[in-house]
């Protein structure tokens, strides 16, 4: 695939539908220095694949960033993880550690499996929590008892 730009007069004619007619367009590197553009006005791309066909027409304006989503290190092992917006854990590929996502924190945080003692459903929740509902029968357990005999 070639990502080409258009000039001004090409940009009018691929409006009008003749864009496979056209014979102005360049590549964007020597088309750079050439072309002036009146002050605000954004350069309109289409990519032509290798059989001549044109696959799609954008203005650099329609062209959103990509996403950047948050990322935070693993707690055990150090990786860098990289996450989705609303997500309350990351489990680490590298070390198949559980993160807790904490807000402000770049670090995860240390999570616990608590397994309800009415349904046997096993329950996740970050380190240093003091109850824990579970999600299947709502029972809240007091999970206080485990951090007297742990380091």
């Known amino acids: 695939l070639k990502w080409f730009s258009l000039c001004n007069p090409c940009a009018e004619a691929a409006s009008l539908g003749s864009l496979a007619k056209t014979t102005m367009a360049a590549p964007m590197a020597e088309t750079s220095a050439e072309t002036t553009k009146p002050e605000g006005e954004l350069p309109i791309f289409f990519v032509e694949n290798p059989d001549g066909t044109i696959d799609g027409v954008a203005g650099a304006d329609s062209i959103a960033p ?86």
Request: proline share 5%; aromatic share 10%.
């Open 66 to 151: 990509p996403p950047s989503n948050p990322r935070l290190w693993c707690h055990h092992c150090n990786t860098h993880l990289e996450y989705a917006y609303g997500a309350s854990y990351v489990q680490c590929y590298a070390c198949r550690t559980m993160n807790a996502v904490l807000a402000g924190s770049q670090v995860g945080g240390r999570t616990m499996n608590m397994l309800c003692t009415v349904c046997g459903t096993s329950n996740l929740a970050p380190w240093s929590t003091a109850y824990v509902r579970c999600g299947q029968c709502n029972t809240v357990s007091d999970v206080t008892h485990i951090y007297s005999h742990t380091r």
